[in-house]
């Protein structure tokens, strides 16, 4: 009979390592991020695209984004929302990927106080919310103009305020275009902003911009200082906090969000549809 060499601690040693190694395999499985599953490694090319709430916790945070916002804001932006174009959102992770979304729920929307333009009884209201430091406002704004020229008396147009918050001149230009507001100049204002370069948003061009399209410089400066103003910039950042707002621009139709600067075909769709009653 053959007599075994195995240490009596071999058993124990084993069992202790194996133990260890769950300990270890069970921590890892918590995190964050793209992290999957060891019993459930899907090879690269099978892998399904992560649904969107892991996206959200994958995207880089504001200190990334703030340090890239030199190369991906730069004159012009990084989005082309021509038909068929590629376009994004600017959104609080620094996430500037394409969006797809139309959405079925109707939100309401308070508009009382906001910027507007066209027929106050038009069949069909466009509530964008905007930040002057997206390239793809920039960009949407221009889309929007020619959805009104397309819909001559069919669209309302208003807009508000969602200054993100790593975007550090955004609130102070958000101001700003309500001081012009005060004057009757806010859709004038807002195209000077946004057809400048993104560096143009310090008091002294956005008092520039103003002189420029011949307001009151003195009390623009003064209403720019207002509570009243910051105070409505901050009850519709509010309402985008309310709407789960998470990027801009964000439009509604008729109260049904369209998520990102989507190529024009898109919003003609939204509209049709609301013009159509559905």
């Known amino acids: 009979?053959?007599?075994?060499?195995?240490?009596?601690?071999?058993?124990?040693?084993?069992?202790?390592?194996?133990?260890?190694?769950l300990v270890l395999t069970a921590a890892c499985s918590n995190a964050p991020d793209d992290t999957a599953p060891i019993e459930e490694v899907a090879p690269p090319a099978a892998a399904a695209e992560k649904p969107a709430a892991?996206?959200?916790?994958?995207?880089?945070?504001?200190?990334?984004?703030?340090?890239?916002?030199?190369?991906?804001?730069?004159?012009?932006?990084?989005?082309?929302?021509?038909p068929g174009g590629d376009c994004g959102s600017c959104d609080r992770a620094g996430d500037h990927g394409p969006e797809r979304m139309i959405g079925e729920e109707v939100e309401q929307l308070d508009i009382r106080n906001a910027p507007t333009r066209g027929?106050?009884?038009?069949?069909?209201t466009l509530v964008v919310?905007?930040?002057?430091?997206?390239?793809?406002?920039?960009?949407?704004?221009?889309?929007?103009?020619?959805l009104e020229q397309e819909y001559p008396g069919k669209l309302r147009l208003?807009?508000?305020?969602?200054?993100?918050?790593?975007?550090k001149q955004a609130r102070v230009a958000a101001r700003a275009s309500l001081a012009a507001h005060a004057q009757g100049k806010f859709w004038e204002y807002q195209a000077a902003l946004?057809?400048?370069?993104?560096?143009?948003?310090?008091?002294?061009?956005?008092?520039?911009?103003?002189?420029?399209?011949?307001?009151?410089?003195?009390?623009?400066?003064?209403?720019?200082?207002?509570?009243?103003?910051?105070?409505?910039?901050?009850?519709?950042?509010?309402?985008?906090?309310?709407?789960?707002?998470?990027?801009?621009?964000?439009?509604?139709?008729n109260g049904r969000r369209v998520m990102g600067a989507q190529p024009i075909g898109v919003l003609r769709a939204a509209i049709d549809r609301a013009l159509a009653g559905k």
């Open 1 to 21: 009979m053959r007599t075994s060499t195995r240490s009596p601690l071999a058993f124990p040693l084993r069992a202790a390592a194996t133990a260890l190694a």
């Open 54 to 82: 892991a996206k959200v916790a994958a995207q880089k945070p504001a200190a990334a984004h703030a340090a890239e916002l030199p190369a991906i804001h730069g004159p012009g932006g990084a989005c082309d929302p021509e």
């Open 119 to 124: 027929p106050a009884n038009a069949p069909v």
């Open 129 to 146: 919310f905007s930040d002057f430091q997206c390239p793809f406002c920039s960009k949407f704004a221009g889309v929007l103009d020619q």
């Open 158 to 167: 208003a807009v508000k305020h969602r200054p993100l918050p790593f975007h």
């Open 194 to 253: 946004f057809d400048e370069a993104q560096g143009a948003l310090d008091q002294a061009g956005l008092e520039e911009r103003a002189a420029d399209l011949g307001l009151d410089v003195a009390r623009f400066a003064r209403d720019m200082r207002s509570p009243a103003l910051e105070a409505q910039v901050a009850a519709d950042f509010e309402e985008g906090d309310r709407l789960a707002i998470e990027g801009t621009p964000t439009l509604f139709v």
